[in-house]
């Protein structure tokens, strides 16, 4: 298995998805523990410390699949907030888990159906920290 790249959460999106960990059935194992295994990796930092280029809650990025070269504009959401919108990807999809927390440059491979796809970040359009929106 692919070293997993360094990932930078805020400390307000890890205390929002604990409490979201918490709340939820069980029903999705895998990708719940997916998710927990991506926080506990993370470094968890201030939202007025994070760096901008990093994917956080509600950030834009477009990103590349690697195996295809086709390039998507994303925004990860809370689960309550994946109606269906394109580009919105839930942080419990296997994708969200994936690009929270990635850096403009980073790549991670995350599970399909089909096996292991590489995810490339091109760029953060949209990140509300840097925005200026600390507590979105």
């Known amino acids: 298995m692919p070293t997993q790249p360094a990932?930078?959460?805020?400390?307000?999106?890890?205390?929002?998805?604990?409490?979201?960990?918490?709340?939820?059935?069980?029903?999705?194992?895998?990708?719940?523990?997916?998710?927990?295994?991506?926080?506990?990796r993370a470094e968890v930092v201030e939202p007025e410390s994070i760096p901008a280029g990093i994917i956080t809650m509600n950030s834009t990025a477009r990103v590349r699949i690697e195996q295809s070269g086709e390039e998507k504009l994303l925004t990860l959401v809370y689960p309550n907030q994946a109606d269906g919108t394109a580009g919105h990807v839930s942080i419990l999809a296997p994708i969200g888990a994936a690009l929270l927390g990635l850096a403009e440059g980073q790549s991670i491979d995350w599970p399909t159906l089909a096996g292991q796809t590489?995810?490339?970040?091109?760029?953060?359009?949209?990140?509300?920290?840097?925005?200026?929106?600390?507590?979105?």
């Open 7 to 40: 990932i930078i959460v805020s400390s307000l999106d890890y205390e929002r998805l604990a409490a979201w960990m918490e709340r939820l059935p069980a029903q999705d194992k895998a990708t719940l523990t997916a998710l927990e295994a991506e926080l506990e």
């Open 118 to 136: 590489r995810l490339t970040v091109l760029e953060v359009i949209y990140q509300p920290e840097a925005a200026g929106e600390l507590h979105r």
